[in-house]
């Protein structure tokens, strides 16, 4: 059974910076691709960042140049780290891994999410 597990979400304020954690149950070479998502509240949940296996990368602009995913293939664990972080960063940010079966089936696994929250 896939399990993910977040950490290091807080309290920081404007300008700081945090380090999210995502620990998987299983190799994260068992997934096409892992990724960040957040949630604020009252809107919809939306990709921040992405790694495939092959350790491309993508990421939402507004947070280009300030975020940075990364993966420890022997630690079995997915970062973000956050930099410059702003008001409008405040969210629930969920781990996510998928893998692929074809062009339109796939399975998604999430954790149970990290709250952030940046504010003087």
């Known amino acids: 059974q896939v399990q993910l597990v977040e950490s290091g979400g807080g309290l920081v304020q404007p300008g700081g910076s945090l380090r999210l954690s995502c620990a998987a149950s299983v190799s994260i070479f068992s997934f096409n691709a892992m990724g960040w998502y957040h949630q604020a509240l009252g809107k919809e949940r939306e990709l921040v960042a992405a790694i495939t296996g092959g350790g491309t990368t993508n990421y939402v602009d507004s947070v280009k140049g300030r975020f940075t995913i990364s993966r420890d293939n022997a630690k079995n664990a997915v970062y973000l780290q956050m930099n410059s972080l702003q008001p409008e960063d405040t969210a629930v940010y969920y781990c996510?891994?998928?893998?692929?079966?074809?062009?339109?089936?796939?399975?998604?696994?999430w954790g149970q999410g990290t709250q952030v929250t940046v504010s003087s």
């Open positions: 996510n891994a998928r893998i692929d079966y074809s062009a339109n089936y796939y399975s998604d696994y």
